[in-house]
Structure formats: C-alpha cells, structure tokens
C-alpha cells in the first residue's frame, strides 16, 4: 500500500515563502508521476504542479508560474513544492498526489492527507 504524508505548511505573510514535501511509502515512488494540488474554502480541488517520473518535465497552473517551483528526490521518495511571493489567494489546503500521468493527476491512484497553508495580507 502507498501512503502519502505532507508537511511544510503553515502561516504566512503576503510574500513570504513555505516549502512543502510529500514523503511516500512503499517501494514504487519512482513509477509515479507527482503532483500537488490545492483546494480553498468553497472551491474545487485544483491542479497547482506536477513533475514527471524522472523530474526532467515540470508542469504549472498558470497562477503560480514563476513563484513555485516543484521537485522530487527519487532516492528520498519525496516530492516538494517551493512557494515564493505567496499571495493571499494562495490560502487553500495543499494535497500531494501520486498519479500514472500527468493527464490523471486530478484523479490520482492515492492522495495524501493534505496540509494547510494560510497567507494573510
């Protein structure tokens, strides 16, 4: 069985920055595309980054082009996500996800617990 566990968020201010990881259990982190994903009070749950297999291709939302930036460490099994210029609408639980493509990473084989992050202004 695969389990997900994030950690990194909290509160900051408007323009600080949070660093996220996703630890994942189990033998096959290195078969999974990766993502994160995010779901604000009242909102769907949203796609925010995601990176291939080998960590070669990343892929962004178009809001946070250019302040975060997504990675992974396959001998570590963990994904991160490194938020710069947070912005208050950034405020939303943060969910790490593994999926078989980046076309399923809204609907991923597992998903973690999520974790919140909170951007005052």
């Known amino acids: 069985q695969v389990q997900l566990v994030e950690s990194g968020g909290g509160l900051v201010q408007a323009g600080g920055s949070l660093r996220l990881s996703c630890v994942v259990s189990?033998?096959?982190?290195?078969?999974?595309?990766m993502g994160w994903l995010r779901q604000a009070p009242g909102k769907e749950r949203e796609f925010v980054a995601g990176?291939?297999?080998?960590?070669?291709?990343?892929y962004y939302t178009d809001s946070v082009k250019g302040r975060f930036t997504i990675s992974r460490d396959n001998a570590k099994n963990t994904v991160y996500l490194q938020m710069n210029s947070l912005k208050p609408e950034d405020t939303a639980v943060y969910f790490c996800?593994?999926?078989?493509?980046?076309?399923?990473?809204?609907?991923?084989?597992?998903w973690g617990q999520g974790t919140q992050v909170t951007v005052s202004s």
């Open positions: 996800a593994a999926a078989r493509s980046l076309g399923t990473v809204t609907s991923p084989a597992y």
């Open positions: 189990g033998r096959t982190f290195s078969s999974y595309f």
């Open positions: 990176i291939s297999v080998s960590g070669a291709s990343q």
